[in-house]
């Protein structure tokens, strides 16, 4: 099946810096890559439609400022969240569409922002 | 905009017992809907979906869903549940025409005891 991986699985990082995470599509290709947010004991909260060689498309709420995306390539998308605050703290999840309307996830990433 | 309500928030079982999980969604077009499965520690993975057709849809793991239209339903059995279910369950939905976006259900923690 399609693997969606993400890179690093955690990061602990300073409030005020910023952080970038990778979400990689490793057998196929992928022109749209999704990011959500999941909170503890919570569902998991669109952030944004990232399309390749395209602007992100950003979900209400989501400030597209703080939370860069960029998908250069058919394989890699990446958010950078910068000036992390503690509220930033969560858990970022990607997904790649594969098909249709199918979806594969990546692991996810622990942010903690101190 | 859509959203999906699941009822059960955490459900705990018995090895062998019968597993029925609510997923209710709101939106009067078409959707389409899956059913998502986090095992603790994994991402997330794709258990069955239903696009189309025969609305009794079968899934990995011995899982099924039947969508009943007229409800806004999308219920989640098993006949006899295995201590290796143990997880958390999400519903979610895409609407047509909706750019593949997902909207998830607030899940549903499973534990079967042995």
């Known amino acids: 099946g399609a693997v969606v991986s993400q890179h690093p699985s955690w990061v602990i990082c300073k409030s005020g810096t910023s952080v970038k995470i990778e979400c990689r599509s490793l057998?196929?290709?992928?022109?749209?890559m999704f990011w959500y947010r999941q909170f503890p004991k919570k569902s998991l909260m669109l952030m944004a439609t990232?399309?390749?060689?395209?602007?992100?498309?950003?979900e209400q709420g989501v400030e597209k400022d703080k939370f860069l995306i960029n998908h250069a390539s058919l394989t890699l998308s990446t958010l950078t969240v910068t000036s992390a605050h503690p509220e930033d703290s969560s858990f970022y999840i990607c997904?790649?569409?594969?098909?249709?309307?199918?979806?594969?996830f990546g692991p996810g990433t622990r942010l903690t922002v101190t | 905009a859509q959203s999906v309500s699941q009822h059960n928030h955490h459900v705990i079982l018995s090895e062998a017992a019968s597993l029925e999980l609510g997923c209710n969604y709101s939106?009067?077009?078409?959707?389409?809907l899956f059913w998502y499965v986090q095992y603790p520690g994994q991402h997330l993975q794709l258990l069955l979906k239903?696009?189309?057709?025969?609305?009794l849809v079968k899934g990995i793991k011995g899982f099924e869903a039947e969508f009943i239209k007229s409800k806004f339903s999308f219920n989640l059995r098993k006949p006899s549940v295995q201590w290796s279910d143990t997880a958390e369950y999400f519903c979610?939905?895409?609407?047509?025409?909706?750019?593949?976006?997902?909207?998830f259900g607030t899940g549903t923690q499973l534990k079967v005891e042995l």
């Open positions: 997904s790649a569409r594969v098909s249709g309307n199918e979806q594969y």
């Open positions: 057998d196929f290709q992928a022109t749209t």
């Open positions: 990232s399309n390749e060689g395209s602007k992100a498309t950003y």
């Open positions: 939106y009067g077009g078409t959707v389409n």
């Open positions: 239903y696009f189309s057709g025969d609305p």
């Open positions: 979610a939905v895409t609407i047509t025409g909706g750019g593949n976006k997902l909207t």
